[in-house]
């Protein structure tokens, strides 16, 4: 069965609003997970990394502000994508990293449409 | 930072042939490289890896190569089936401190694998 969670699965939401994605390991604790924004057709880029205790590490050209995350405990990184527009229209998935087996799993991915 | 040129961007095969993806990397501190088979709307599954401690790696229909000098590593699928028709990314990362765990991935372009029964 899948070891990383992630909730929801579909998200369609008004422009403006904010939207949060959950992902949790089920089975591990994970000290650090990712999270990839991946639109149709192409691959997954890493938005930013997500450590838990601390601020999150971003990439370059992906706004902290906008794209909020939390990572709470060792189980847990959440998502906010704030004040969501057209454009952040896209299939957002995360990944946890097992330590004991160095295998990073992924979850099932939100496709988040703003309209 | 790391950047990962994949090809063929996309590959037709005839059910029972094989089928190879090539992938380059330019960081040469990186040290993992997963395979992962994406189907339509799912979620990213790995299908093998291979550390840069070694050179070759096989699954079943499934190996992987590693050539370290050059910087580029394959997948390799034998006779291939339908069922895995699918988009098939490469990936490169450097391992944390002590190299005890893998770090961010970065991903090549992927590749769409059509196997024709």
């Known amino acids: 069965g899948a070891v990383v969670s992630q909730h929801p699965s579909r998200v369609i939401c008004k422009s403006g609003t904010s939207v949060k994605i959950e992902c949790r390991s089920l089975?591990?604790?994970?000290?650090?997970m990712f999270w990839y924004r991946q639109f149709p057709k192409q691959s997954l880029m890493l938005m930013a990394t997500?450590?838990?205790?601390?601020?999150?590490?971003?990439e370059q050209g992906v706004e902290k502000d906008k794209f909020l995350i939390n990572h709470a405990s060792l189980t847990l990184s959440t998502l906010t994508v704030t004040s969501a527009h057209p454009e952040d229209s896209s299939f957002y998935i995360c990944?946890?990293?097992?330590?004991?087996?160095?295998?990073?799993?992924f979850g099932a991915g939100t496709r988040l449409s703003v309209l | 930072g790391e950047n990962v040129e994949q090809h063929p961007s996309t590959l037709s095969v005839q059910e029972g042939d094989s089928a190879v993806i090539k992938c380059t990397y330019s960081?040469?501190?990186?040290?993992?490289f997963p395979w992962y088979k994406q189907e339509l709307g799912k979620r990213p599954q790995l299908i093998i890896d291979?550390?840069?401690?070694?050179g070759e790696k096989k699954d079943q229909r499934i190996a992987v190569t590693l050539n370290k000098t050059a910087k580029h590593f394959s997948l390799h699928i034998t006779e291939t089936q339908p069922e895995d028709s699918a988009v098939y990314f490469c990936?490169?990362?450097?391992?944390?401190?002590?190299?005890?765990?893998?770090?961010?991935?970065?991903f090549g372009q992927g590749t769409i694998l059509t196997v024709h029964p």
């Open positions: 990944s946890a990293t097992d330590l004991a087996k160095n295998i990073q799993y």
């Open positions: 089975d591990f604790q994970a000290t650090t």
């Open positions: 997500s450590n838990e205790g601390s601020k999150a590490t971003y």
């Open positions: 960081d040469s501190a990186s040290n993992y």
């Open positions: 291979i550390r840069s401690n070694v």
């Open positions: 990936a490169a990362s450097m391992g944390n401190a002590g190299g005890t765990s893998y770090g961010k991935l970065t």
